[in-house]
């Protein structure tokens, strides 16, 4: 029975920051770091074994799981970076304290940003400080394929093509898999996963700790589905 663990990111110095983060490639904060160990001893303690990892291109993911997989000692296990495990891009709201974005466009209006499934945020520019134009990680990417805004609807497109060609063959072979990303392509990879409606998915949050689990059959159903926690004495 395979198993598929979901660990987002522990939290960012921009998450502490109240800032809107999305390709941005902010550090863990001292508390996110901690979660990211104690992500690891959680595993560890639940007896999860990995075949193979799969992880954003995004410092804080990168992190959150080579300490997920030291702290479980696994840190020998390969893993796999890719961009389409990258958080949701919050276009030209990146960067902005989302209070002051708030005050700025109306309450509304950004909770629609931030929460309508199929609504696009402001496009950000291509000469913006933080754009991804340009940048080397990148570099083997159509321009075209690189975001400049994005919804859960447009990530989850970005993200399955990964889900079918690298992650759901992995697990039907019979492997473990971890999954270090963040919070909105990991809604998106739940909501493919468990079906959901875009409505459903709306009312899903991912926390930045603990890890999410779930468990298969042989033709990738969810035979069950929990949030890791330490064993009681």
């Known amino acids: 029975?395979?198993?598929?663990?979901?660990?987002?990111?522990?939290?960012?110095?921009?998450?502490?920051?109240n800032l809107?983060?999305?390709?941005?490639?902010?550090?863990?904060?001292?508390?996110?770091?901690?979660?990211?160990?104690?992500?690891?001893?959680?595993?560890?303690?639940?007896?999860?074994e990995f075949d193979i990892?799969?992880?954003?291109?995004?410092?804080?993911?990168?992190?959150?799981t080579n300490l997920a997989l030291e702290y479980s000692d696994q840190l020998w296990v390969p893993v796999v970076k890719s961009w389409r495990l990258?958080?949701?891009?919050?276009?030209?709201?990146?960067?902005?304290?989302?209070?002051?974005?708030?005050?700025?466009?109306g309450d509304e209006q950004v909770h629609i940003w931030r929460r309508s499934y199929d609504v696009l945020p402001p496009a950000m520019d291509h000469d913006d400080k933080y754009t991804a134009h340009g940048d080397r990680r990148y570099a083997g990417l159509e321009d075209s394929l690189i975001p400049d805004a994005e919804n859960l609807k447009v990530t989850l497109e970005?993200?399955?093509p990964f889900w079918e060609d690298q992650i759901a063959p992995a697990l039907k072979e019979g492997k473990n898999v971890f999954v270090g990303a963040h919070g909105n392509s990991i809604r998106a990879l739940v909501k493919q996963i468990k079906k959901l409606s875009d409505d459903e998915i709306m009312d899903v949050e991912i926390p930045n700790f603990p890890p999410l689990v779930f468990e298969f059959d042989d033709n990738l159903n969810v035979t069950s589905e929990y949030y890791l926690a330490p064993k009681q004495a």
């Open 158 to 160: 970005r993200a399955l």
């Open 20 to 48: 809107f983060t999305g390709w941005a490639d902010v550090d863990l904060s001292e508390n996110g770091t901690q979660q990211a160990i104690d992500a690891g001893k959680l595993i560890k303690e639940a007896g999860i």
């Open 53 to 64: 990892a799969y992880t954003s291109v995004l410092k804080r993911a990168i992190k959150t």
């Open 86 to 105: 990258n958080e949701r891009h919050y276009g030209g709201l990146t960067g902005l304290n989302k209070a002051d974005a708030a005050a700025k466009h």
């Open 1 to 17: 029975m395979p198993k598929l663990v979901f660990a987002r990111h522990g939290e960012s110095e921009w998450n502490l920051a």
